[in-house]
């Protein structure tokens, strides 16, 4: 039986063949018939499809793409290559004119019209060589870190495509409605029909949207039309997009890490001074931004969302990195520029032309980055917006009755999405945290955030370095003075012996108090720059208990929170929101307080050498009287203290006291320096 219906297959096969690329839908339909009768009827499917689809995968195979390997020698080739992307577009059309005339034909010849199309499609995705993956493969050898716009321009070629393959499919499950011929008995079922005409790729994802006894549609007047959820062409037609979907967040960074490079490079010019670095500064958080705002929309261009995890790892990534680079710099160059700042009311605080234009370009770099942390925070916003797009798209999807809808894309792309390893426990956690931060204080570029404090910590420290230059200038012999070791005078016969009541300050801390004193006359001349209000939380030494009692009380003006149109993301931390003039001056006057004390306790008084009885005099006394000062600018420094009370201790309660305070690193050094030890 099988060699008769061999043979006659092979006896109908040219006639079918010739009839098949006449286009003549009336012998077609004979055939399928007979095909069907001696059990033949995949083989005539085959016939078919790989008739109609031959000028399509000739046009794939003599494609000439410029990011692609060659496939065939084309010396002939009318046209410049051009990209794999922009072909897709030139490639999708001419499916579908042929796809479009199959429309009226297939209806007329086989029971099943939107099953039979499907498989039309898939057949000729499955006959494309080289494969779409191997050319994604070549696409991103080619284009390297900016593959993912190529692969964006493809996806979205797709999209255009296979929204308007589902109407011709829509459209054709109407007309078999009339135009079809009536199965006989002995046609196999459709199911069964799809099983032997197309043994589709098997994708390693099991695939939810095949039912053994599918739901068949009903047309408005109740005629039966073909179950769509047979219909898996789509899934074919996304699958290869599906690993770089996956491994969005990756490509994504990747783009933004060359785009980041591409900015960086520009402030290498030479026309760029270190006097220009707060401006350059600003221009670049411009361009960043401007790329940061592009990655939204790649996000949901090219994964409807569900890359989203990914999205915000890739910016937190991005923008760390950007902000890191200055912090770098600022670290490695210092403020370094020949300023000529005015100064001449306070002259007296003895700071040079080129220390006033170094503290002028701290203020400004300190400007800088505070319009980083706001255009930062306006960003965040915008994230935010895009996320809570997406998790009201998924919740609206949840209520859909077959639970595979995806806005914007067709059903099977979207199951492919749905299945996917991207569709994470960790996605949903993030969304649903987004949904429930009504009031959007937590923030979501954690890294980019983090590296601001330490920019702006940065400029801060190279401000402060220049603020307390000439103060600590003076105190760079302070170790090495004779006085320390010196030793009392011998006392004459019959001298008349006068008690010592008090020790003056030596010179050097006298001109060390005088310039502490003279720091808040610094910072009525910036009194109004708001500079000087970012991030005092990061100010070096900085007590978070003193910014709290600075802190304006909120009640104080009660009607301004109705109206406040600042998004209360805005970090009051960082803008300091609330401080008036004098307490941002005396957080700074705090700080520069007990940076130049923790300079004087670790980096001077250790270098002491010796000390003897007067010079232990002469130090407490110098301690002391330092101590006081630092007191009139709100500043108290226990390791000051503790050094003053170690060095007024006499011989014998010195060496005594050794055992009650052994691990005391103060006290290490003062009995190193008075021989207790």
């Known amino acids: 039986m099988v060699s008769l219906q061999n043979q006659l297959e092979a006896s109908l096969s040219s006639a079918l063949v010739a009839a098949i690329n006449s286009q003549d839908v009336a012998v077609c339909r004979n055939f399928f018939s007979i095909f069907s009768n001696i059990q033949r009827e995949s083989e005539f499917r085959n016939y078919y499809n790989g008739s109609r689809r031959s000028s399509v995968v000739g046009m794939w195979q003599s494609a000439q793409l410029s990011d692609c390997d060659p496939t065939s020698p084309s010396p002939a080739a009318s046209s410049p290559p051009i990209t794999f992307a922009a072909f897709l577009s030139t490639f999708y059309t001419s499916f579908l004119a042929t796809l479009n005339a199959e429309r009226a034909s297939i209806p007329s010849i086989f029971p099943d019209p939107a099953l039979t199309l499907s498989t039309l499609v898939t057949s000729t995705l499955s006959a494309l060589q080289p494969t779409f993956a191997e050319r994604f493969a070549s696409v ?7 593959a993912l ?5 493809a996806y979205k070629a797709t999209e255009e495509f296979a929204a308007d393959l589902e109407k011709i499919v829509e459209k054709i499950q109407y007309t078999a409605l009339v135009t079809s011929p009536i199965p006989s008995q002995e046609d196999s079922p459709p199911s069964l029909q799809r099983q032997k005409s197309h043994p589709r790729r098997r994708s390693s994802r099991m695939s939810i949207s095949w039912r053994p006894n599918p739901r068949t549609k009903t047309s408005g007047d109740g005629l039966m039309l073909d179950a769509g959820r047979e219909l898996d062409w789509d899934q074919e037609l996304f699958q290869p997009f599906l690993d770089f979907q ?25 026309d760029i001074t270190e006097s220009d670095r707060a401006r350059v500064l600003r221009e670049r958080a411009v361009d960043v931004f401007s790329v940061a705002d592009q990655s ?12 989203a995890l990914g999205l915000v790892r890739a910016l937190d990534h991005f923008l760390r990195s950007f902000i890191d680079a200055w912090t770098a710099d600022m670290a490695r160059t210092g403020a370094v520029v020949s300023g000529s700042g005015s ?17 002028q370009m701290s203020l400004h770099v300190l400007s800088a980055a505070r319009a980083v942390h706001e255009r930062l925070v306006l960003f965040e916003g915008k994230l935010r917006g895009s996320l809570t797009q997406v998790a009201t798209s998924f919740r609206l999807a949840r209520s859909d009755p077959s639970g595979l809808s995806v806005s914007g894309t067709t059903k099977g792309a979207g199951l492919l999405l749905i299945q996917s390893s991207l569709n994470s426990a960790e996605l949903h956690e ?5 949904e429930a931060d009504s009031q959007r204080t937590t923030p979501l570029l954690v890294e980019a955030r983090a590296g601001i404090s330490t920019f702006a910590r940065t400029c801060q420290r190279s401000l402060q370095d220049t603020i ?7 105190l760079t012999a302070y170790s090495t003075l004779a006085l320390w070791s010196a030793v009392p005078e011998p006392k004459r016969p019959n001298e008349l012996f006068v008690p010592t009541f008090s020790l003056s300050p030596t010179d050097v801390v006298q001109r060390l108090a005088e310039g502490l004193l003279n720091l808040p006359r610094l910072f009525e001349v910036y009194a109004d720059d708001d500079a000087l209000t970012f991030s005092l939380e990061t100010l070096p030494f900085i007590d978070v208990e003193l910014l709290k009692s600075l802190q304006e009380a909120p009640e104080s003006s009660p009607q301004a929170a109705p109206g406040h149109m600042r998004r209360a993301s805005l970090a009051p931390t960082m803008r300091s929101a609330g401080l008036s003039p004098e307490a941002v001056a005396s957080a700074w006057l705090s700080s520069l307080g007990h940076s130049i004390l923790q300079h004087l306790t670790s980096q001077i008084l250790p270098k002491i050498r010796t000390l003897t009885p007067p010079g232990a005099a002469q130090l407490s006394a110098d301690l002391g009287y330092l101590s006081n000062i630092v007191r009139a600018i709100n500043v108290e420094y226990g390791e000051l203290d503790r050094w003053k009370e170690y060095v007024s201790l006499g011989d014998e309660e010195g060496i005594k006291g050794g055992g009650e305070r052994r691990g005391d690193t103060v006290w290490a050094q003062v009995a190193r320096m008075r021989g207790w030890a």
């Open 140 to 146: 991103l050898s080619h284009h390297g870190t900016t």
């Open 149 to 153: 716009l190529q692969l964006i321009a």
């Open 246 to 270: 996956v491994d969005y967040g990756t490509l994504e960074r990747r783009l933004l890490e060359a785009a980041l490079d591409e900015i960086v490079s520009q402030d290498s010019r030479a």
């Open 296 to 307: 939204l929309a790649r996000c949901l261009t090219f994964t409807h969302g569900y890359g």
């Open 343 to 359: 100064g001449e009311d306070l002259a007296d605080l003895d700071y040079t032309a080129q220390d006033w234009g170094e503290i």
């Open 430 to 434: 993030l969304l649903k945290s987004v």
């Open 468 to 474: 307390l230059s000439p103060l600590r200038k003076p």
